[in-house]
């Protein structure tokens, strides 16, 4: 599963499954791009992984800052043959009836409005190629309802959506677009939570255990890959079985 050749972009980089996805593909051949906010940590992510990444800083919620930063990526390391869209925001936990606005409204941009802006402009070199993988983090809530989370929710089965009608209109292109679905993963956030409370999550999770970041990266690396060259439009859970049980 090599990906000598191929330049791929990978936004929320610093950090998570995005950090650990970045990692594998540039293990894998690829020249990463990561964009995420915060400088400082993506500049030592970048680093660590070595010559064949760079990080390029930009809020993904801001229209010219994403396309800025894939501008530069792209001037850095050649056109963009993969975008790994995974930057998200969660939405915070307040009930619909009290649910804010503005939260709603940032929650949309975040996590949908930018995902299709970064495909957007990432397209046009991809179609001139005639190849190109386009890979979106969905989540447990692209296919199911969470209490208290509508605008997360919505976001969600809304990248869904975005990647099926991008799959079908960009397959005569060579271009693929596809959807993982991450379920319980150890990551930065979960790895805050108490102890008690972590038990609770993994005993909901068929496989008794979360996730790692490791493992959703092997499946990202996998669908961006020439592996998967007859793999699009379809949406890819990594969440020991979670999707298969009675409730999330």
């Known amino acids: 599963m090599s990906l000598a050749g191929s330049h791929i972009a990978v936004t929320g980089a ?35 992984i070595g010559k064949h990444a760079a990080g390029f800083a930009a809020d993904v919620g801001d229209k010219d800052q994403l396309e800025a930063a894939l501008d530069a990526a792209a001037a850095h390391f050649g056109p963009i043959t993969g975008l ?11 009930p619909a009836v009290d649910f804010p606005a503005d939260t709603f409204d940032e929650t949309i941009r975040v996590n949908l409005t930018s995902v299709f802006w970064a495909i957007q402009k990432v397209l046009p070199a991809m179609i001139e190629a005639q190849r190109g993988a386009i890979l979106v983090t969905g989540s447990l809530g692209s296919k199911r309802g969470m209490a208290m989370n509508p605008a997360y929710v919505a976001s969600k089965h809304g990248v869904l959506g975005l990647v099926r009608a991008i799959a079908v209109e960009m397959a005569p292109h060579g271009i ?32 008794r255990r979360m996730g790692s970041a490791d493992e959703l990266a092997e499946v990202a690396a996998f669908l ?14 990594v969440d020991g079985g979670v999707l298969e049980s009675i409730e999330v």
């Open 84 to 94: 790994f869209a995974n930057a998200g925001a969660t939405g915070g936990f307040t």
């Open 14 to 48: 610093s950090s998570g499954i995005g950090l650990a996805t970045a990692q594998l593909l540039a293990r894998r051949g690829a020249k990463v791009s990561l964009i995420a906010r915060r400088k400082e940590a993506l500049e030592e992510a970048a680093a660590n």
């Open 224 to 237: 961006l890959s020439d592996a998967a060259s007859h793999v699009t439009g379809q949406d890819w859970a």
């Open 176 to 207: 693929r677009a596809n959807c993982v679905l991450p379920g319980f993963i150890r990551t930065e956030a979960l790895e805050r939570i108490p102890a008690e409370q972590r038990s609770q999550i993994e005993n909901r999770v068929p496989q």
